[in-house]
């Protein structure tokens, strides 16, 4: 098995994935554990440098604490890769897409530069993953993947983003795509604490 990725992500409630109409053949769908909003992807980085990234993170949330947001749901697209090699289908976010773009510009570098010395190029593009194709996915189920994203309608579904969790791959990746390694809460600031 290849060296597991690490990343920092919030947390989300992803029961509505169990209302998702059936996938097309060779797609993996999310189990409602799984379901996240990246903020910042380190790669195999190895599970020290993670963790000098957690301790990162704590001391910015010290310094500049973060309060919860909302979001809702918006449009599926594909993301990864080329509309022919894409390596998911994501949700990108309606309301609460420019606070969260923010947010992520704002730790993301921290993150990923306390783990591997490496900053990201490509600007913020909030999303929450849904489906993955799998390996043995022919063009023609990829385009299958595309139809259904494109028939989805998950402007009702809204999440609040009141953690940023540690993640790695699980060691039942059969069951569960990801685990959770440590979890810091984002807290409302009060008039008192400004």
Known sequence: MPRPNWFFAF????????????????????????????LAFLGGCGESAAQRALAGLDQRLVDEPLAPMTVTLAEVVPMGGSRRTYSALSALL???????????????????????????KRPPKPHVSLARPRGRASELDREAGLSWAEALQLQGVQARLDRIALYTWSERRRERLFQVVAERPLVERRPSDR
Do not use: K, M, Y
């Open 11 to 38: 947390p989300i409630d992803g029961a509505f994935v169990l209302e998702l109409p059936a996938l097309p053949s060779n797609f993996r769908r999310f189990e409602p554990e799984d379901v996240h909003l990246t």
């Open 94 to 120: 309606g309301q609460g897409r420019a606070e969260v773009s923010a947010c992520i510009a704002a730790l993301r570098d921290l993150l990923t530069q306390t783990a591997s010395g490496r900053t990201e």
